[in-house]
């Protein structure tokens, strides 16, 4: 093999890793988009008929699809938390959680204008009155909300990292993840709506603004915090 055989073969093996690497990040986006447009959606649209344990399912039947859809691409996160998660547990880049969760945002944001463009076909909706699923605490005190988050976010991330570790049964980490998700949801929704992801959070709290982008910063620093102690206490139990 000359030299030129051998430039030739990295370049064709950069061409293929940069590939890979935006269908992963287009995977988060797509994976994102979709937890908005059937969550947050299933609580504007269906709220109504389904109530919070129809919502609770409809979060958590989404990452479930979600899970077996992209999984095998992107490792499904769609929730910054869940990235700086990974990242502090040495399972992701530096570079792909910097990405992951730009994609996550962009598509947590286009999930939220899908849902306010399917709303508005309804002469009855007000983007003011009804909103977009938007997170933010209102009967609940911010610290009962801000410890709700850390600590259903912890939750959360402890059930991803142990259903995806090496030991677990393989093939049944989307089940015991969505069910944990629609688990949290049926504690969370009434205290702050549920957040434990930042992205879900972001999208609806641009678009409404108002109280839900005033408390914004909390529905990204609880879900942090949840996410960073998951982490140190799995890397400490595995």
């Not at 880049?93 to 939220?112: E, H, P, R």
């Amino acid at each position: 093999m000359n030299e030129s055989d051998v430039n030739e073969d990295v370049d064709v093996g950069s061409s293929v890793n940069k590939s890979g690497a935006a269908k992963k990040y287009v995977a988060e986006f797509l994976g994102t988009f979709v937890l908005v447009l059937m969550g947050c959606g299933s609580a504007v649209l269906a709220g109504y008929y389904i109530g919070n344990v129809g919502i609770s399912f409809a979060f958590g039947l989404a990452v479930l699809a979600m899970v077996y859809a992209i999984g095998g691409i992107s490792g499904c996160h769609i929730n910054p938390a869940v990235s700086i998660s990974m990242l502090a547990a040495r399972k992701i880049s530096v570079k792909d959680t910097a990405i992951y969760i730009v994609a996550q945002c962009v598509g947590a944001i286009v999930g939220a204008a899908a849902v306010y463009a399917i709303a508005i076909g309804n002469s009855k909706y007000s983007l003011a009155f009804n909103g977009l699923g938007q997170n933010q605490y209102v009967v609940f005190s911010m610290v009962s909300a801000f410890i709700a988050e850390v600590l259903l976010t912890f939750v959360f991330l402890l059930v991803i990292h142990g259903s995806t570790s090496e030991k677990a049964p393989k093939g049944f980490a989307g089940i015991s993840i969505g069910l944990s998700l629609v688990l949290i949801h049926l504690v969370g929704i009434p205290i702050t709506g549920t957040s434990v992801n930042p992205a879900r959070s972001l999208g609806p709290a641009l678009l409404v603004g108002g109280t839900a982008l005033n408390q914004l910063w909390l529905f990204w620093v609880a879900p942090i915090i949840g996410g960073l102690l998951a982490a140190a206490v799995w890397r400490f139990i595995e």
